[in-house]
Nanobody, 119 residues
């Protein structure tokens, strides 16, 4: 079972930046598709960005395009989400997730890290 640990959340003023990191355990990290999701109070969880095992990137939220960047470093076993020009509406719990089976669902989740953007 893959263990995912997120870090890097916190409180930031609007316009600021944060970098989230996720460190999956497991020797086959490079074979997983990885994603970042978020859930704001009273809202459904949404996919923010994902990166495939081969490095293909998609962003699921239109409003983060141009501000957020997902990346992975297979040598360091890390996937990151760089968030710039943060807005109050980016406030949410952010989750790292792994899709361990090709074509399957995201089946491993971290505990989440809180991101709060003040206006």
């Amino acid at each position: 079972q893959v263990q995912l640990v997120e870090s890097g959340g916190g409180l930031v003023q609007a316009g600021g930046s944060l970098r989230l990191s996720c460190a999956p355990s497991g020797r086959t990290f490079s074979s997983y598709d990885m994603g970042w999701f978020r859930q704001a109070p009273g809202k459904e969880r949404e996919r923010v960005a994902s990166i495939t095992r081969s490095g293909g990137i998609t962003y699921g939220v239109e409003s983060v395009k141009g501000r957020f960047t997902i990346s992975r470093d297979n040598a360091k076993n890390t996937v990151s989400l760089q968030m710039n020009r943060l807005k109050p509406e980016d406030t949410a719990v952010y989750y790292c997730a792994a899709r361990t089976a090709r074509g399957g669902v995201y089946d491993c989740w971290g505990q989440g890290t809180q991101v709060t953007v003040s206006s």
